[in-house]
């Protein structure tokens, strides 16, 4: 009997425009600087920080570029590589109708999404945000080309109509919500700047020698870099929000049941495994692995609520979105001791092993795999718990690499184009196994024979030799084995 929860990729309609290009090689190394944690923490939407909030904020860019006087007649767009493969499951189409209306990921409300593209399409205007208005019908106006651009495999070109001529732009998202032009260098500059940081470190090395020589610890230097931008009480004001966003995403999927969109009628199932939990605790029910159920629960929800398009923050990405939040919910309600100082020194020390990755290999799933997603977070979060619970700045840098070496080769083959299928679940087993590393490496003294950069080092030339029909095209893997039968 056919299974009617299980569609094929070919379903995804492209137009077969050019070749799909396999050898993409954009991927930077290191260079002296730092990335702010409120870079890779993001604000957003679901379901793809890379094809729905990057695509979001270059479409915000666009207009904002445009001359400030004059009648823009048009606008068209056009979608590149894995941005058109998967853009329809992502919903990159909707985001950047929302982002040429002037909306942003953290400022539109996912209620409101669906009306404001309804009324595009029905009136195939869009209302730009200085009062003018351009001709565009979204089912016409899009385009979907698989052929790759060589810089990065998500690309997007806007094209404009104006009194003075047509005026396009070429933008990449290169993942976790990072956006930059054909001009610019592959780290966009609000995110890595040379700021007269105190301690700006380009490899993990580099990072463990600093900290070393100032006494430090890994949070309080990505602390002392982010006092260049911020204040202290802005620091502490920025990690609570990024938190109360998390928890309250947390809480919506523990409490929206139903069916997630996109046609694979994959069924929420936090809501009922909350409901299961809440039942053993009130029976007193012994079982020694029930921590590890309500991680799993907690990935699940953050998870089921990105496929569904609501608010979460990109740690490091949308669909790894999961992993950080359910750590974090671990060790503030199973560890004695957890404090908001805990959490804060969870946030900074995540932030840290994140820019590593994003800078020295890819935190784009469409550009190395699972492994630049999941393996990122998992490896952030392993090394934000073993901080957070004490761990020395050897002992957080093993744990990152322990949680990053044991993602390494992890494929993006998302059923549908949708980030569902692996994608939920693998959010939950990443989460279980953050703990793990953490666990496995404050029962060590932090000396260990492969180090973090070797890892990451590793990481990037496995992405570049995977194919790209296992990232984030939906042409390889589950995304074509899983068919109806």
Known sequence: MANPRVVRAEAIELRQDGPLVEEVDPISTGA????????????GIGPSSSHTVGPMIAAGRFVASLPATGAIAAIRVELFGSLALTGKGHGTDIAVILGLLGETPDGVDPDAVPALVAAVAARRRVALPNGREAAFDPATDIRFTRALLPQHPNAL???AETAAGPVAETFYSVGGG?????AEDDMPGAAMAPDPAPYPFATSRALLERAAAAELTIAALQRANERTRRTEAEISAGIARLWAVMQACIARGLREGGELPGGLRVRRRAPALHARLQEGAARNSLDVLQGMDWVNLFALAVNEENAAGG?????????????IPAVLMYYQRFVTGASAEGIETFFLTAAAIGSLIKRNASISGAEVGCQGEVGSACAMAAAGLAAA???SNAQVENAAEIGLEHNLGLTCDPIGGLVQIPCIERNALASVKAINAARL???GDGTHFVSLDQVILTMRDTGRDMLSKYKETSEGGLAVNAIEC
């Open 311 to 323: 608010r979460v923050v990109t740690a490091p990405t949308n669909g790894a979105a999961g992993i």
């Open 389 to 391: 619970l004490g761990g």
């Open 32 to 43: 002296p600087g730092w990335i702010s944690l409120f870079d890779l923490f993001r604000v």
């Open 178 to 182: 990072f956006v930059i032009t054909a």
């Open 157 to 159: 070109r806007f094209t």
């Open 441 to 443: 490496a404050l029962h």
